[in-house]
């Protein structure tokens, strides 16, 4: 047409270019939707082009899964070291040494408000958190709180993520924390070649290693403690797992056990030869003393006793600013998703994130 002379609509289920009829009963020219087009095909046809665009972002979001809220296997966790730079904390050793007890306590001291400086900015694994922190809980009918254990013998992770007080406009700092049983620690100790396949840990920011306060504190079960520490340590440098690299965190765990036995041998049993063992092999070493569930009608001491000085260790030398988004955009057509992507993290992450 060489002139605009078809009655249009931008509302698509308007009659006008059919019948001249408004859909609002008006005339067609005292309507705000009307217009003269000079193109008597359907305004709404899309091009061939636009199609295959379409197409293209109704696959990529029928392809994404959100999360469960549940942990995180190995490659679900390339979602998030994909989209973010995460700081890895591997956390090994013993069975009932506390390392679960030190990630939920973590999770419920930030449902709790700020902690050590940072302020709680979301979770993919929330739920894995909770039914960890259950048996903490008066709603578990337990008389003294506990740490649900972890039984798989999967390698599995859980997700935190936090902010600066003094940064909160600033992006979020995405932490991933081991979820492993004491009983992988074991079959490390036990098997060259089982510790061989754990290079993962080459991966982790930190190595963290609980040794058993209130077993350190016993004569029958001190030795099994430091023995078995000093037994995985020695096999992970014969196997090339810890190297120039590694940071490695002895994190003396049920600290007010400790105090309660007046145990004071600690530098000695403790320190002292473990230090030996891994002088000029790693990159930094640390013993903390951590009472992340501790007793306190008997010792005094506040839940997470030690934990805020071990999250500041963490992310003091972190870049804060780590989250590039041109990841998602280059070389894939996330660059028509923008939308929907940032809809759909606000729903994974939290919209304080964003």
């Known amino acids: ?43 709404n046809e899309l091009s061939e082009e636009d199609l295959k665009i379409l197409k293209a972002q109704l696959l990529e979001l029928n392809n994404f899964i959100l999360p469960t809220g549940d942990v995180l296997t190995l490659d679900e966790a390339i979602r998030v070291t994909h989209n973010f730079k995460p700081i890895i904390i591997m956390i090994l050793g013993d069975g009932d040494s506390g390392k679960t007890t030190l990630s939920s306590t973590l999770h419920e001291l930030f449902q709790r408000g700020p902690f050590a400086d940072f302020w709680f900015a979301g979770s993919i694994t929330p739920i894995a958190f909770e039914k960890r922190c259950h048996f903490s809980r008066v709603s578990s009918g337990r008389e003294t709180p506990a740490t649900e254990k972890t039984k798989s013998g999967d390698f599995n992770l859980l997700h935190l993520a936090v902010k600066h007080k003094d940064e909160l406009s600033k992006p979020a700092i995405h932490i991933l924390l081991s979820d492993i049983s004491g009983e992988l620690f074991k079959l490390a100790r036990n098997s060259s070649d089982y510790i061989r396949s754990l290079t993962v840990l080459k991966s982790a920011n930190r190595i963290l290693i609980t040794l058993d306060g209130k077993k350190l504190s016993n004569g029958k079960t001190k030795n099994a403690v430091i023995t078995n520490a000093k037994t995985f340590v020695k096999k992970a440098l014969e196997e090339g797992l810890f190297d120039k690299n590694t940071i490695i965190d002895f994190i003396i765990t049920k600290w007010d056990e400790l105090l309660i036995s007046k145990y004071s041998s600690l530098e000695i049993d403790v320190v002292e030869p473990l230090s030996k063992l891994l002088e000029g092999k790693v990159k930094e070493i640390s013993f903390e003393k951590v009472a992340a569930r501790p007793n306190k009608p008997t010792t005094g001491i506040e839940l997470g006793y030690g934990m805020d000085s071990l999250l500041n260790t963490w992310l003091k030398a972190n870049d804060i600013n780590n989250y590039d988004y041109e990841v998602l955009l280059n070389g894939s057509i996330y660059g028509e998703l923008i939308n929907a992507r940032q809809f759909i993290k606000v729903l994974t992450y939290g919209i304080q994130n964003y």
Do not use: A
């Open 1 to 43: 047409m060489s002139s605009k002379n078809i009655k249009s609509c931008d509302q698509s289920n308007c009659p006008v270019r059919t019948s001249g009829t408004c859909l609002e009963s008006l005339e067609p020219e005292e309507c705000p939707h009307f217009y003269w087009s000079d193109d008597d095909s359907t305004d």
